[in-house]
């Protein structure tokens, strides 16, 4: 296997950035063969007394260097000719030089070095070696890693017409269509402005009683758990959460998927793994010939999408009955009390479109608001329970301003260190960790030239754990977020902080999902303890469009204020710590283990 290999420059020469990056904790990431490769790599300190980066600064381009002794001895001549000649090739070993100096970093290497882990972990490696902006290649492939805030911005508001959303609408294509995340052009312009105005201030605020109702809805699987002494895999719990409310806002349908499965909801998980699949693949298995009849994944998502289009057919049918018998009269902020979906909205606002345009609409925003919200309750509850000091905070915010009643929108105002508590856990855990974009154009970074046509990855998660933006970038520090400061953003940090992405192609739905998370998080944080069991397995993180544990998060699950156990780890809230003190019989229920583990994916690829 090839080891990778650094045939250009780096602009790492930050010591600070190197040291600080090795010095950071990790979160649960376990050291696995390419991380063993990199620390083995000589560090870039000694690469540079090697003189491995030295050259093109210090003796130009290697042609330059070449043809050097060829000039000298030309410019000597006392024939005219001669000396013509030695000026033509000063002048070609000056721009040999420029372009030399201008050749961006590559790390090259082979596929296998990357697979078997998420993606944005060798990326983050790959980052400390090659600096800001580095192409990586594997033979044919070949992708350009930006790690840069001022570089992000460049691709996502400034230069954001040079850019298409490239391989993302080819893996997407089966699911999504010409739906707003995957669309360019044209057809992104005309779906955006008609589905922007359904996300409205009055639709977001009605939606948070329909938060609440989902997240109340779910205690009873939370108790029926804690009555059989069971434990609960927290990520699953969130993605039947996030799948019933997403289900509502969007198409007004109710998944109910806390409490039961069906058909439907087994539909929706197999589009959405073999989604991620597609997004982790090394080659397009899904376009050989044949491929829907004789790869048995392939049949089964076809399968999956016929139940779940003839599902969208009928939503649509119904709602377009109902706005017809309508009396109201549409207005800018129209809102139906029967029901107040985005697909009542786009249709009864006259939104003249196909019925596949629409599916495809639907799909993007159930698959886009829905393992995201998830991922992000998964990886806070996480990190609450690694920090119980923080989720004594967020409980004695929660105790003050919502009692014992659901979250109004009025509360989720006041919820300012829960929703800093939520921003914070998005910075370390960005979801999707990697943004993609195609370049229709050459575009310059300070002086490296991306071509037309490259792929670029945008590592969100580089830029959320870099020290030359944050300090102590790998600690969980709500306090960084001023609670008197507004709602930190793309704008607010710079392009530093890029969870809702940012730009013209920023998330439409990022209002909607933070006061989502802030009712869900509080809601069960008020009602219930998380406790990780002592041999519960550890949670290491995958990805697929977002980053997953690899085996669940694993929690006992109590009703607030009930004597806790001994010798349980992590009891999340330190009130529960202190009770946990008195009691012994409680270990007997910590071994009592069902792991629910979700299934782990390969490497990420993201949206
Ligand atoms: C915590 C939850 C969420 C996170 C972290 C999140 C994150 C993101 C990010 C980073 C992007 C930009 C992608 C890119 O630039 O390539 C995006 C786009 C998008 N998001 Fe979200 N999202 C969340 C929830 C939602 C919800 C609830 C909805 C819909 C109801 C939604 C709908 C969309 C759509 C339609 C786009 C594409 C916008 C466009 O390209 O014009 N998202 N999201």
Not at 10 to 26: E, K, Y
Not at 141 to 158: G, H
Request: charged share 25%; aromatic share 8%; with cysteine.
């Amino acid at each position: 296997m090839n080891s990778l290999k650094c045939y250009n420059r780096t602009h790492v020469t930050s010591d600070r950035l190197h040291r600080n990056i090795n010095q950071a904790p990790r979160h649960d990431i376990s050291p696995r063969l390419l991380s063993q490769k990199i620390n083995a790599t000589p560090s870039l300190e000694e690469r540079m007394k090697n003189g491995e980066f030295g050259e093109v600064d210090s003796k130009g381009s290697t042609k330059e260097q070449l043809t050097r002794p060829f000039r000298k001895f030309l410019a000597n001549d006392p024939v005219g000719i001669g000396r013509y000649l030695a000026l033509q090739l000063a002048i070609a070993g000056r721009q040999w030089a420029s372009h030399a100096a201008k050749r961006m970093p590559v790390a090259t290497g082979d596929i296998r070095e990357i697979i078997g882990q998420p993606v944005f972990i060798p990326l983050e490696q790959l980052y400390r070696v090659y600096g800001k902006i580095f192409r990586l290649s594997f033979g044919p492939k070949n992708f350009i890693i930006i790690s840069d805030p001022a570089y992000a911005k460049q691709i996502l508001l400034t230069n954001a017409d040079k850019y298409s959303k490239g391989l993302l609408s080819e893996i997407l294509d089966f699911v999504m269509g010409t739906g707003l995340i995957p669309a360019d052009g044209e057809i992104w312009k005309v779906r955006r402005r008609a589905i922007v105005p359904a996300m409205h201030k009055k639709y977001v605020a009605n939606m948070v009683g329909m938060f609440a109702a989902c997240t109340r809805h779910g205690y009873s699987t939370l108790d029926k758990a804690i009555e059989k002494g069971e434990t609960v895999d927290m990520e699953n719990y969130f993605s039947r959460l996030a799948l019933d409310i997403i289900g509502k806002a969007v198409f007004n349908y109710d998944f109910d998927s806390l409490t039961h499965d069906d058909p439907i909801i087994q539909a929706v998980y197999t589009v959405l793994r073999e989604a991620e699949h597609r997004s982790t693949a090394p080659i397009s298995y899904w376009n050989l010939p044949g491929a829907t009849f004789l790869i048995p994944r392939q049949r089964r998502c076809m399968e999956a999408l016929v139940v779940i289009n003839n599902k969208l057919d009928n939503l649509i049918a119904k709602c377009k009955q109902l706005v017809e018998e309508e009396e109201a009269e549409f207005e800018e902020e129209f809102l139906s009390e029967e029901d107040p979906s985005i697909l009542h909205f786009l249709l009864a606002s006259g939104d003249q479109i196909s019925s596949k345009q629409l599916r495809d609409d639907l799909m993007t925003m159930l698959v886009a608001g829905h393992e995201t919200t998830a991922a992000v309750l998964t990886w806070t509850l996480h990190l609450l329970s690694q920090h119980p000091d923080i989720a004594d905070r967020l409980r004695a915010e929660v105790d003050r301003v919502i009692g014992d009643r659901d979250v109004t929108l009025d509360d989720v105002k006041e919820l300012k260190f829960t929703t800093r508590v939520i921003n914070e856990s998005m910075r370390l855990y960005p979801q999707p960790p990697v943004l993609i974009r195609r370049a229709l154009e050459d575009d310059t970074f300070d002086k490296f030239v991306v071509e037309k046509g490259a792929d670029l990855f945008i590592s969100v998660w580089n830029i959320h754990h870099s020290p030359t933006s944050w300090e102590n970038p790998e600690q969980f520090i709500p306090d960084r977020f001023s609670l008197e400061a507004p709602i930190p953003n793309e704008v607010t940090e710079s392009f530093a902080y890029l969870p809702f992405g940012g730009g013209r192609r920023k998330c439409i739905g990022d209002q909607f999902a933070l006061f989502e998370s802030v009712v869900g998080l509080s809601m069960l944080m008020r009602q219930f303890e998380f406790v990780r069991p002592v041999n519960a397995p550890p949670v290491g993180m995958t990805t697929g469009a977002t980053i997953h544990t690899t085996n669940g998060l694993i929690m006992e699950v109590r009703r607030r204020n009930v004597v806790p156990s001994q010798g349980l780890m992590c009891p999340i809230g330190r009130d529960y710590a202190v009770a946990a003190a008195g009691s012994k019989q409680e270990l007997l229920v910590s071994a009592v283990v069902p792991a629910v583990a979700t299934a782990a994916h390969a490497l990420g690829g993201p949206f």
